[in-house]
């Protein structure tokens, strides 16, 4: 992106900023200011505005071709158009509310719906690659392909006119849920993000890390685990996440000692988790609040053990391999003292905790971000600069139109898929499936799941399965609702360090200088707990915090051991008895995984043969401490 800003010519520049500042006013003026000024601005006309204003961005900073280092006059013309065209609505939309237009007679009209399907459709393809558009495509189309699909994909045939203008004009199509989840709720939160990143948050929470890790064992892996997990949480995003931690991250473990693949891997698997890791979550957070209707602070609480159980076991996969291969951490005298950092960092940091404040407490889920940022720029008073206000501004126009760019095209699916009542029909096929083999739903959301997350779009696999999977497990199992909706956005999101696909670990191997395989393969070992994670909670909800305080202390005890002696078998090595042999490798890992597997009987079961083997293994290693020691 940033190539094709510099070539930007002056105007576009200056469009670009203009965008921003008039979307930061419309967004304020909808969710503060109308009723103080006494003009109330409709909802529908305000998400036309936000169309008009943030996605002919895309056009201008993201290339039709790889090889366009500079916008061409087809990329002006649909910026052009789209902002037009969203403005035109935006003025109509009173008039659409109350006579819709869902089937469209005029030809101007059917027109602009066609030019709107595709621009969406080429956004969705600059920002998320062809996959996605493909199957945004194929599942806008699906009531126009229902027909000639046998059993429960029967749908009956309707007219191509009023299936264009269902999904491009109606409140359950382009403007439905998932843009009124991004109006409403999320463009605060990108906002934030982007002046956080534009004053130097990120550089400092790695120097923060750094000098608190940096020193111990493994260190430069240790801080890639922190600073990821926190800026992946800030940024919502995995892949940026990668490109902007692992760019720093990963030289230093390589230069420290760890493999190109290994280094790849952790950050893949550090940046991954970060996108469900508390406060922020990114989009998923806040759909998911909207869908199930409850405050974000409760979906934040949630998610909260999950994420740290994960991290904790990514963190000891790091400890052990650097203990096993004699790594040291880094000279003191290359880190940061901790204080300055802390300096440096305290206007972020006090702007982040006023943010989880509000949304956990005051619970202004819409106005949070707003008010952090605006403690963030008090807080930062004379350190600010003109050149850091104006990559904020650019940051945020660029983070919401690339937001709009993948989040329209699920309005599209939607209104395909429940249009046609084709996703309830689906939703009864699989309670009627679950009623014969509860786990054989589960093995098939699953492979739903990751498949849809292979398209790189984590928040449009979730919003598709939380309209159709999610009614069916909560039926059929009566598993805890919060519990299925995370169940499903963590598989949405594992395709990023999965084979084939594995975007995070691909990129981080770019960077890395690795091959792309030999790096997922082993981001798969490294983050093996987030694919078991899911399953537990949703058959433990105290995982969740669902529950008392010591059935929420004895699972999580239970947890917390049994993955670190999965760790453990995973890396060949174990504190205190050093390397591992074959036969202890497999005891440790079913052991592990049985004793955290949220069942007593297993627990109590493994927990005790562990601790034996682990027993008997450090006695045969002192003993031959000893002998060494004698002969």
Not at 265 to 287: H, I, K, N, R, Y
Not at 500 to 523: D, K, Q
Not at 559 to 577: H, R
Request: aromatic share 12%; charged share 10%.
């Amino acid at each position: 992106m940033e190539g094709r800003w510099d070539r930007l010519p002056a105007w576009a520049r200056g469009w670009v900023r203009a965008a921003s500042l008039l979307g930061l006013t419309l967004i304020l003026y909808y969710l503060l200011g109308s009723p103080l000024v006494g003009f109330a601005l409709l909802d529908f006309s305000y998400y036309w505005l936000l169309l008009a204003l943030y996605l002919p961005v895309v056009f201008l900073l993201f290339p039709a071709r790889p090889q366009d280092t500079r916008p061409r006059w087809y990329d002006y013309a649909l910026a052009l158009g789209v902002s037009a065209a969203g403005v035109f609505l935006a003025h109509h939309g009173p008039s659409m509310v109350l006579r819709p237009w869902t089937n469209p007679e005029a030809p101007w009209q059917v027109a602009l719906a066609l030019f709107l399907l595709g621009v969406v459709l080429e956004g969705a393809r600059r920002v998320g690659g062809m996959g996605f558009a493909l199957v945004a495509l194929v599942l806008a189309a699906y009531p126009l392909l229902a027909p000639y699909l046998p059993g429960l994909l029967w749908g009956p045939s309707l007219p191509w006119q009023e299936v264009l203008g269902y999904a491009i004009y109606s409140t359950q199509g382009l403007m439905g849920l998932p843009m009124r989840t991004v109006g409403e709720l999320l463009v605060g939160f990108l906002v934030l993000a982007a002046f956080l990143v534009a004053l130097g948050a990120g550089q400092v929470f790695l120097e923060v890390a750094s000098a608190l890790f940096g020193w111990a064992r493994g260190g430069a892996a240790k801080v890639s685990v922190v600073a990821s997990a926190f800026f992946g949480s800030l940024s919502g995003s995995i892949l940026s996440n990668v490109a902007s931690t692992g760019s720093l991250t990963i030289p230093a473990m390589i230069r420290s000692g760890f493999s190109r693949s290994y280094a790849a891997a952790v950050e893949a698997c550090a940046s991954t988790g970060g996108v469900l890791m508390p406060p922020v979550m990114g989009a998923v957070a806040f759909v998911m609040a909207n869908l199930l209707g409850v405050p974000y602070g409760q979906v934040v609480a949630a998610a909260l053990l999950p994420s740290l159980l994960y991290y904790l076991s990514l963190f000891a996969h790091v400890d052990l391999y650097a203990a096993r291969h004699g790594l040291r951490g880094l000279p003191r005298a290359e880190l940061p003292p901790l204080g300055p950092s802390l300096g440096r960092g305290l206007p972020f940091l006090m702007a982040l905790g006023f943010l989880v404040f509000a949304l956990l407490y005051l619970r202004l889920e819409r106005l949070a971000p707003f008010y952090a940022l605006g403690f963030l720029l008090l807080a930062a008073g004379r350190r600010l600069r003109w050149e850091a206000l104006d990559r904020a501004l650019v940051g945020a126009a660029s983070l919401i139109g690339q937001t709009l760019a993948l989040i329209l095209p699920v309005g599209l699916i939607l209104a395909g898929l429940v249009g046609t009542g084709v996703a309830p029909a689906l939703t009864g096929a699989l309670v009627r499936m679950g009623a014969e083999n509860l786990y054989l739903v589960l093995l098939v959301g699953v492979a739903i799941a990751f498949v849809l997350g292979m398209a790189g779009v984590m928040v449009a696999a979730y919003i598709l399965l939380a309209v159709t999977l999610a009614p069916a497990l909560v039926r059929i199992g009566e598993f805890n609702p919060l519990a299925v909706h995370l169940f499903i956005a963590y598989w949405s999101m594992l395709s990023a360090i999965t084979p084939p696909v594995a975007v995070a670990a691909f990129l981080a191997a770019r960077i890395a200088g690795a091959s792309p395989m030999g790096a997922s393969f082993t981001a798969v070992r490294l983050g093996l707990a987030i694919y078991f994670l899911p399953f537990f909670f949703l058959f433990e909800p105290a995982l969740i915090l669902q529950g008392s305080l010591f059935s929420v202390a004895y699972h999580v005890v239970f947890a917390v051991l049994g993955l670190l002696f999965l760790v453990g078998a995973l890396e060949g090595y174990f504190w205190g008895l050093g390397p591992l042999p074959l036969w202890a490798r497999g005891v440790f890992g079913v052991g592990g995984i049985l004793c955290a597997i949220p069942e007593t009987l297993t627990s109590f079961l493994a927990l005790p043969g562990l601790l034996l083997v682990a027993l008997a293994l450090g006695l045969r290693r002192r003993v031959g401490q000893r002998g060494g020691m004698e002969g």
